[in-house]
Every structure is written in structure tokens, then in C-alpha cells.
């Protein structure tokens, strides 16, 4: 069972990026799946869920109107689409479901919004 993040980088303020997370080992479809997010000295934060079959989506409060998941079970991947990026938006972030009674998260992928 494995989830790799993708497409992280470095961004300008009130730019776009588009983050991926590939699964494997498991049934993809039948599971939902949720984007983390973590700075240094903070707790990890929720940012948005999408059901197994991608019929409903929720998202933290702070993301909301910006941020888009989405989710193609036919490629196995999950999607963040990130718009109107801020500075605070910078973190490391994850992506994670729940197999077999564990949790299971990828390594992450690093975003800067900065200018």
C-alpha cells in the first residue's frame, strides 16, 4: 500500500499549482481520501476530502473557494488543485487514506508561496 505526492514547487503569491497523489497496493475506488498539510513547528491540518467515488468533497475553511480535490479512479489518483495561492498556504502536503485499520500517508510534497 502506497500513496507518492507530486507537483509541489515554488510559487508567487496568487499563483496556481496542482498537486498529485498516486495510490497503488490497494482498491483505490472503494476508499476515500483526504489532503494534509504541515509547517514547521505546527500540527498537521486537514485541508479537504473526497469520497471513494468522488461524489462529495469537504475543505477546511481556510481553503474554501480556493482550493478544488478531485479524484480519477481509473488512473488511481487523487488531485489538489490550489488557485489564489497566499504565503500561509506553504507547507508540506500529504495525502491520506485509511486501510486495513491504519492510517496511511505518502511522504509529502513541499509548496512555498513566496515571492
Known amino acids: 500500500v502506497q500513496l507518492v505526492e507530486s507537483g509541489g514547487g515554488l510559487v508567487q503569491p496568487g499563483g496556481s499549482l496542482r498537486l498529485s497523489c498516486a495510490a497503488s497496493?490497494?482498491?483505490?475506488?472503494?476508499?476515500?481520501m483526504d489532503w494534509l498539510r504541515q509547517t514547521p513547528g505546527t500540527e498537521r491540518e486537514w485541508v479537504a476530502f473526497i469520497t471513494s467515488g468522488g461524489g462529495s468533497t469537504n475543505y477546511a475553511d481556510s481553503v474554501k473557494g480556493r482550493f478544488t480535490i478531485t479524484r480519477d479512479n481509473a488512473k488511481n489518483t487523487v488531485y489538489l488543485e490550489m488557485n489564489t495561492l497566499k504565503p500561509e498556504d506553504t507547507g508540506v502536503y500529504y495525502c491520506?487514506?485509511?486501510?486495513?485499520?491504519?492510517?496511511?500517508r505518502g511522504r509529502g510534497t513541499q509548496v512555498t508561496v513566496s515571492s
Open positions: 491520506q487514506t485509511y486501510y486495513g485499520g491504519s492510517t496511511i
Open positions: 497496493g490497494f482498491m483505490f475506488s472503494n476508499h476515500a
